[in-house]
């Protein structure tokens, strides 16, 4: 089968998911997949906030980078489900709806400044 394995192991944290039986399984659909690396949810969602904290002027302080790395968490979940509500995201982001809510609503204005005729759209 193709896209199966009798075990599937996150590359960061090792956490291993299969069947009981033994019996090839196909990739959890919450994990994701590259060429050489497979991660788990928990592990794919930390490496979003990573990334984000790479961009972060070296002179950003303690806040600001927690501030930098949760938002790309919540971010890449919203991104991931889109539908979610914001009390799911934010149980699985651990912050607060109010937060979610706060960039949803920054990702949907950013969205709808680049639709066509909008105002600065293109």
């Known amino acids: ?3 199966s394995a009798i075990r599937w192991s996150c590359d960061r944290c090792g ?3 299969g069947q009981i039986d033994g019996s090839p399984t196909r990739l959890p659909v919450t ?4 060429e050489s690396s497979t991660y788990c949810l928990g592990c794919s969602r930390a490496l979003a906030g990573e990334a984000a904290l790479d961009s972060a002027p070296d002179a950003s302080s303690a806040e600001d980078r927690a501030k930098l790395r949760r938002d790309a968490m ?3 979940e919203i991104g991931r489900v889109p539908l979610a509500p914001n009390r799911t995201i934010a149980q699985a982001c651990r912050t607060s709806l109010k937060r979610v809510a706060s960039v949803r609503g920054g990702l949907e204005a950013a969205s709808a400044n680049h639709l066509p005729g909008a105002p600065g759209g293109v």
């Open 15 to 17: 956490v291993s998911v």
């Open 31 to 34: 994990w994701s997949r590259s």
């Open 1 to 3: 089968m193709r896209g």
């Open 74 to 76: 919540i971010e890449f």
